[in-house]
């Protein structure tokens, strides 16, 4: 449902938001506040933090302030709520826990705006904040049997044949939830599909088995066959649906994904991916095929699709910009890069000085060669991220926190 709050509410609190905001000299500063007092609320909620301090804080505090500004929007605001409870359905959101988060919100105001927190702002920031956290709560239990059906079947369409174990973990199910309607349905295979067998021609034609198969062979049938940038989601589509309920891994995995799609030349129309995907789906998964699917593989598509246009046309402007910005950099202005670089590593995590005992030399070639992989995420995406999961896997043996 829609979080209606009265006109004069909704007014003093974008009114104390935007003054909260202004108290600091830049964003970093109120973001990093409300950071701390997140953290410091709940020591042993530490470990749901998981992105460095700077890129977390930022995130609480674009988060609410979406929440806010659309305070006056309550269908606006409902749809700022769900894409953000998307993200969220990894972690164990509770009741105890929103009041923690909240409380420690309201003192962080008390403290920086004083008696400009009147009472109205007070009351609706803290209904914002408990409408965002119920819609987490609800997010998780409500979306909780789409991802077991996302699994199941994509195990099916992917010919993986593997126990879901790891959706059980998601939240304990209700036995209403646990008894699943299945209507059979019985999908006919594509009629140019029928026509090649009913003439007689080619009858050593393989008929498609795998979601790889199935995909391709109906992208050609639907006049989908030039687009290459198709092959590209297809080939991260199992990283994407395994990690559905993973939502930093499926950041990730999009992010990856959209350095890839940067390469593409020509028009990329992602509604046309999710047409040929449902019509493989239909296929491959016949008689476990219900509205429920649909609903299911429609939402998944709908936040992998959001998560897509958030970059899609940026890669590229970054990848100048930060050719312009390195190529710039003189060999002192490097050493000196390096050398910080170090030193607020140690600081923040003097634990970490036992994994380097190289010389100073080889602890500088190391922070240039980071340097050099920014630039090359972008230039070959594909292929950095498979030298990255090798430099991984040879730094196992390490035990790195």
Excluded at 3 to 30: D, M
Excluded at 357 to 385: D, G, H, N, W
Aim: glycine letters at 6%.
């Amino acid at each position: 449902d829609d979080l209606e709050l009265p006109p004069k509410v909704v007014k003093s609190t974008q009114k104390a938001w935007e003054t909260f905001v202004g108290v600091f000299e830049r964003r970093e500063g109120a973001a990093d506040s409300l950071y701390g007092a997140f953290f410091d609320a709940a020591p042993n909620l530490q470990g749901m933090f998981r992105a460095p301090r700077a890129t977390m804080g930022l995130r609480i505090l674009a988060g609410l302030g979406q929440f806010v500004q659309a305070a006056h929007e309550p269908p606006v605001m409902r749809k700022h709520v769900e894409a953000i409870a998307f993200n969220h359905l990894d972690l164990d959101v509770t009741a105890p826990r929103v009041e923690i988060f909240r409380e420690a919100t309201m003192e962080v105001f008390d403290l920086e705006l004083g008696a400009l927190f009147g009472t109205r702002a007070r009351m609706g920031l803290c209904a914002i904040m408990t409408y965002a956290g119920g819609a987490y709560i609800f997010a998780r239990k409500e979306y909780a049997s789409r991802i077991r059906i996302l699994l199941r079947s994509w195990n099916t369409a992917a010919k993986k044949g593997e126990a879901v174990d790891q959706i059980d973990d998601l939240d304990s199910k209700s036995s209403e939830e646990e008894e699943e309607e299945e209507v059979a349905q019985e999908h006919v295979q594509a009629d140019a599909m029928k026509s090649q067998e009913g003439t007689g021609k080619n009858p050593q034609l393989k008929v498609p088995t795998t979601f790889d198969e199935m995909f391709l062979f109906n992208a050609a049938v639907m006049g989908y066959a030039n687009s290459t940038w198709m092959k590209f989601i297809l080939e991260y589509f199992d990283p994407i649906v395994s990690n559905v309920a993973n939502s930093y891994r499926l950041q990730e995995e999009c992010d990856v994904l959209s350095l890839n799609l940067a390469k593409c030349k020509g028009e990329i129309n992602l509604p046309e991916f999710k047409a040929v995907m449902l019509a493989s789906l239909r296929s491959l998964v016949p008689k476990e095929w219900n509205s429920q699917h649909e609903v299911a593989w429609n939402w998944l598509w709908e936040n992998v699709e959001r998560l897509l246009r958030q970059q899609l046309g940026r890669p590229r402007a970054h990848q100048k910009a930060l050719e312009k910005f390195i190529g710039s950099l003189q060999q002192e202005q490097l050493t000196t890069y390096c050398r910080d670089q170090y030193k607020r590593f140690f600081q923040l995590a003097p634990s970490g000085q036992d994994f380097f005992k190289q010389s100073t030399t080889r602890l500088y070639f190391i922070a240039e060669k980071i340097v050099e992989m920014t630039v090359e995420m972008y230039r070959t995406p594909k292929k950095m991220v498979e030298e990255l999961s090798g430099l991984g896997l040879r730094h196992v043996g390490y035990g790195v926190p």
